[in-house]
């Protein structure tokens, strides 16, 4: 799993959703910081578990490039927008090319959190495909299909593949 992988990236609508979010990673051993510019000359901010906060509006798609550009260095972020406004909309799919995002405080429904390359995946695999087949079948590398599947493990809180899986066919809303 990529370094990136572990950092948190979320996106709230309300401050006070934020503020519950960022105690929540201090807890865990994260520094929060305002703003979304890293100083730090060196790339990979991984180690230093920094996580930056703060509001993007509507339009601010170059706030939107500070964040994407914070978290793929290895920062955590948490950002407070409207999803679907055109800068939060994005924000939300820049950062799923780096991994899970976080929607909100709660995270009772990892489906929501899942980008569409984890649920083609899991989709594949549920169906019997192996991962090489799966990636395969989705124009994805070998690594990267790994990558996503093991990033879906850790948002259903399993260990297995199999038991992601299972997870994903339990609480997937069924197709209309």
């Not at 990136?4 to 401050?15: K, L, M, N």
């Not at 706030?63 to 939060?88: F, H, I, K």
């Not at 070998?142 to 259903?156: G, H, S, V």
């Amino acid at each position: 799993m990529n370094p990136q992988s572990d950092a948190p990236r979320h996106v709230v609508a309300t401050a006070g959703d934020a503020d519950t979010v960022l105690r929540r990673l201090a807890r865990d051993g994260w520094t929060a910081r305002p703003g979304f510019a890293l100083p730090d000359p060196q790339w990979d901010v991984t180690a230093a578990r920094i996580v930056l906060h703060g509001r993007i509006g509507d339009d601010d798609i170059e706030t939107v490039r500070l964040a994407v550009l914070a978290a793929a260095r290895g920062a955590g972020v948490v950002v407070l927008c409207d999803p679907e406004s055109y800068a939060g909309r994005a924000l939300i799919d820049d950062l799923s090319r780096i991994g899970a995002v976080q929607r909100g405080t709660d995270d009772a429904d990892p489906v929501a959190s899942l980008i569409p390359e984890q649920r083609a995946l899991l989709d594949r695999l549920a169906a019997g495909d192996t991962i090489a087949a799966a990636a395969a079948a989705e124009f994805l590398s070998l690594r990267t299909a790994n990558r996503r599947i093991a990033e879906a493990r850790a948002l259903f809180g399993v260990r297995t593949t199999r038991e992601a899986v299972l997870a994903y066919l339990r609480q997937r809303q069924p197709e209309n």
